[in-house]
């Protein structure tokens, strides 16, 4: 199978003037497969924003490049939608306006784009919400309105970047069943970045795990657990296996990590 998402040997320094430039990311390569789901897991500080601020083509790599469909990345573009961790909606504009943003911005007419909208409103269960507006929402529901716009625009590769983060344990484990649920229906491309291991297991058909900065792909650990899958698995001998082995990894660079700063 060819991959649908090749990151060829990116690295990424920081330079700043008058201050030390910052090594982030050093020969990063991950290959990700049309449908698959796949994650990244690192310690705080290793690299993972800055790894998919490159993908999405907000941010330039210092070495190496971004291929998506073997075309390679050079800006954002309607095959890649991202979910920031904060919260990014207008405030100014109501529920089904947020979900449609991206789809009015390339001039889909209205009718159009609030059926569309309407489509991923339900999807994310926010069907009766469409008119409120952001500050009406709970945190959760309002994550799920950044995650039915980043699908509204129909991207081939959805990119997360700890979206359910500032969540609480319950409403996020909602959320990740209902990502699931939504990934097996869209049979999208997703790569997701957590620093929850437990989510990263739950999600994903493959874990890729940073090293502490500059991130290096330390390892990828296929995660061989049937799906459907519902939280229950998460309880089972085998889940809590995979969940205490990448742990160890990042335990390590945490703590290397922790050294360095001293
Ligand atoms: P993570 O998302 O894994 O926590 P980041 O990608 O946000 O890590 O950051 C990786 C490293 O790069 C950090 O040391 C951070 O301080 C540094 N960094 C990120 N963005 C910039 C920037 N614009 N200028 C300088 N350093 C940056
Ligand atoms: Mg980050």
Redesign the pocket.
């Given at each position: 199978m060819s991959a649908l998402l090749r990151v060829d040997n990116v690295g990424?320094t920081?330079v700043?003037s008058g201050k030390p430039s910052?090594e982030?990311?050093r020969a990063i390569n991950i290959s990700v497969n049309e449908g698959e789901f796949a994650s990244i897991v690192?310690?705080?500080?290793?690299?993972?924003?800055?790894?998919l601020?490159i993908i999405d083509g907000l941010l330039e790599p210092s070495g190496g490049a971004v291929f998506v469909d073997n075309t390679r990345v050079v800006r954002p573009g309607r095959d890649r939608a991202m979910v920031f961790q904060q919260d990014s909606l207008l405030p100014w504009k109501t529920v089904i306006e947020n979900v449609a943003y991206g789809l009015t911005l390339a001039k889909t007419p209205w009718t159009e784009a609030s059926k569309i909208a309407e489509r991923f409103i339900a999807m994310t269960g926010l069907t009766g919400f469409e008119g409120h507006y952001p500050h009406q929402l709970s945190g959760g529901m309002r994550q799920r309105v950044n995650v039915a716009r980043a699908l509204a625009v129909d991207p081939r590769i959805l990119l997360l970047?700890?979206p359910f983060a500032a969540l609480d344990a319950q409403t996020r484990e909602i959320m990740q069943t209902e990502l699931l649920s939504i990934w097996e229906k869209s049979s999208k491309t997703v790569l997701l970045?957590t620093?929850q291991i437990d989510e990263a297991v739950f999600l994903s058909d493959r874990v890729i795990i940073?090293s502490a900065?500059p991130?290096t792909v330390r390892e990828e650990i296929s995660i061989k657990l049937p799906r459907p899958r519902n939280l229950e698995i998460k309880r089972t001998a085998k889940f809590v296996g995979f969940v205490d082995k990448i742990w160890k990894l990042i335990e390590a660079e945490v703590r290397l990590g922790l050294k360095d700063s001293q």
């Amino acid at each position: 199978m060819s991959a649908l998402l090749r990151v060829d040997n990116v690295g990424k320094t920081f330079v700043r003037s008058g201050k030390p430039s910052v090594e982030a990311l050093r020969a990063i390569n991950i290959s990700v497969n049309e449908g698959e789901f796949a994650s990244i897991v690192g310690a705080s500080g290793s690299g993972k924003s800055t790894l998919l601020r490159i993908i999405d083509g907000l941010l330039e790599p210092s070495g190496g490049a971004v291929f998506v469909d073997n075309t390679r990345v050079v800006r954002p573009g309607r095959d890649r939608a991202m979910v920031f961790q904060q919260d990014s909606l207008l405030p100014w504009k109501t529920v089904i306006e947020n979900v449609a943003y991206g789809l009015t911005l390339a001039k889909t007419p209205w009718t159009e784009a609030s059926k569309i909208a309407e489509r991923f409103i339900a999807m994310t269960g926010l069907t009766g919400f469409e008119g409120h507006y952001p500050h009406q929402l709970s945190g959760g529901m309002r994550q799920r309105v950044n995650v039915a716009r980043a699908l509204a625009v129909d991207p081939r590769i959805l990119l997360l970047d700890e979206p359910f983060a500032a969540l609480d344990a319950q409403t996020r484990e909602i959320m990740q069943t209902e990502l699931l649920s939504i990934w097996e229906k869209s049979s999208k491309t997703v790569l997701l970045i957590t620093h929850q291991i437990d989510e990263a297991v739950f999600l994903s058909d493959r874990v890729i795990i940073l090293s502490a900065r500059p991130g290096t792909v330390r390892e990828e650990i296929s995660i061989k657990l049937p799906r459907p899958r519902n939280l229950e698995i998460k309880r089972t001998a085998k889940f809590v296996g995979f969940v205490d082995k990448i742990w160890k990894l990042i335990e390590a660079e945490v703590r290397l990590g922790l050294k360095d700063s001293q």
